[in-house]
Antibody, heavy 122, light 112 residues
Framework: QVQLQESGPGLVKPSETLSLTCTVS????????WSWIRQPPGRGLEWIGY???????HASPSLKSRVTILLDRSKNQFSLRLSSVTAADTAVYYC????????????????WGKGTTVTVSS | QSVLTQPPSVSGAPGQRVTISCTGS?????????VHWYQQLPGTAPKLLIY???NRPSGVPDRFSGSKSGTSASLAITGLQAEDEADYYC????????????FGGGTKLTVL
């Protein structure tokens, strides 16, 4: 059974770059899309962006200028980098698996990591 | 403001049936894009409950069902149980936002 595990610093200073890694275990990273979702404290879910195992990416228009998503097939990992963070980026960050075809994702998330809390504060 | 609109809260007694609505527009649900539903139990990650409008992943009880019509979708839960108390989110695709995946604001289900 596929499992996802987020890892990275729990505290990031304002204006710096948030970096998280998601490790995929129990299955291959191939033939799926992989995405990041976040949830600010007491609020709803927000889609950040996705990457296909081939390397193609797509990000939310509201975050696109600050988001980089990369994938390392040799390590079965994918990562998120969010630059110039502010307090508004404080949230629980989830990595998720997204089924799809070679042409497009089906945009539903069938496997979720447990989430990691990131706080932006000096 | 979320692109998809859900009631903030619903409630029901054990054994009852409740529904949660998800209202969108002509650029998302009304354009024919699928709607998916997630259940988030307190303190845990969301879990896929319904995908592609009315399909249940393996392991999800048939007490949960989804439907879609026009610019709206609904999640129905029958035979309400105490363990159904959770937050529920709908999700779809919006073509007017450069191809964004959008969520509803979430609905808190309270089992009385």
């Amino acid at each position: 059974q596929v499992q996802l595990q987020e890892s990275g610093p729990g505290l990031v200073k304002p204006s710096e770059t948030l970096s998280l890694t998601c490790t995929v275990s129990g299955g291959s990273i191939n033939n799926y899309y992989w995405s990041w979702i976040r949830q600010p404290p007491g609020r709803g879910l927000e889609w950040i962006g996705y990457i296909y195992y081939s390397g193609s990416t797509h990000a939310s228009p509201s975050l696109k200028s600050r988001v980089t998503i990369l994938l390392d097939r040799s390590k079965n990992q994918f990562s998120l980098r969010l630059s110039s963070v502010t307090a508004a980026d404080t949230a629980v960050y989830y990595c998720v698996r997204v089924p799809g075809s070679a042409n497009y994702p089906y945009y539903y998330m069938d496997v979720w990591g447990k989430g990691t809390t990131v706080t932006v504060s000096s | 403001q979320s692109v998809l609109t859900q009631p903030p809260s619903v409630s029901g007694a054990p054994g009852q049936r409740v529904t949660i609505s998800c209202t969108g527009s002509s650029s998302n649900i009304g354009a024919g894009y699928d709607v998916h539903w997630y259940q988030q139990l307190p303190g845990t990650a969301p879990k896929l409950l319904i995908y592609a409008n009315n399909n249940r992943p393996s392991g999800v009880p048939d007490r949960f069902s989804g439907s879609k019509s026009g610019t709206s979708a609904s999640l129905a839960i029958t035979g309400l149980q105490a363990e159904d108390e959770a937050d529920y989110y709908c999700q779809s695709y919006d073509s007017s936002l450069s191809g964004s995946w959008v969520f509803g604001g979430g609905t808190k289900l309270t089992v009385l």
